[in-house]
């Protein structure tokens, strides 16, 4: 089943639908922090973003993501990427992730204030039961941020993924479920106001 297309914004974030428009600022947004030198995360290096929006719009066009940019409202620029994917609609819930922020949008409002709007899309829209994450074991930023949102560590997954340098991963499981977010909105919310 695919997911409907969507805009969600906020007044610190716009997740617009991923297009090849958004190619340019994509770059500079890897660009701040040469993300792509990353190892327990994929960036396109420089040249190579073209190619993965026209693989995140094919997976699309085929029902298996929802991929985002996410965009400054108020300086126009784009901050980087995040998709929905996984989608299972018999229980239902969704997995969040691809995503990758400049370098200079670490450790900020942003990741707090998409997954917000990510997440209570995905309760109140979607009717989801859960919504999941999962991240590389060495992807320690990952996890605090993760944690920071009040998801649950829900397990360990060995040997579970191949890196981009061809590696094998574990992979560091995450949930929230819809019973739970209620209070993890209330306080997420408040952590913005601040």
């Given at each position: ?19 090849l ?68 609609s ?21 990741n ?53 340098d ?29």
């Amino acid at each position: 089943m695919s997911l409907p297309s969507v805009v969600l914004e906020n007044e610190l974030v716009k997740l617009e639908p991923l297009a090849l428009e958004h190619v340019a600022g994509l770059e500079q947004a890897a660009a701040d922090g040469e993300l792509w030198n990353l190892r327990v995360t994929y960036v396109p290096p420089p040249g190579a973003m073209h190619a993965y929006v026209e693989q995140a719009l094919a997976l699309q066009a085929g029902g298996a993501s929802l991929p985002f940019a996410v965009r400054d409202p108020r300086s126009g620029g784009i901050l980087g990427s995040t998709r929905y994917y996984d989608f299972h609609s018999d229980v239902p819930w969704v997995a969040i992730g691809y995503t990758w922020y400049a370098a200079s949008r670490q450790r900020t409002h942003v990741n707090t204030a998409c997954k917000l709007l990510l997440v209570d899309h995905a309760f109140d829209a979607l009717g989801c039961a859960a919504v999941r994450w999962e991240t590389d074991l060495l992807n320690t930023r990952s996890q605090h941020a993760i944690e920071r949102l009040g998801a649950h560590r829900d397990g360990v997954l060995r040997q579970h993924k191949r890196r981009h340098d061809g590696t094998l991963r574990d992979s560091v499981e995450y949930s929230i479920i819809a019973s739970e977010w209620p209070a993890l909105r209330a306080r997420l919310a408040a952590k913005l106001r601040r």
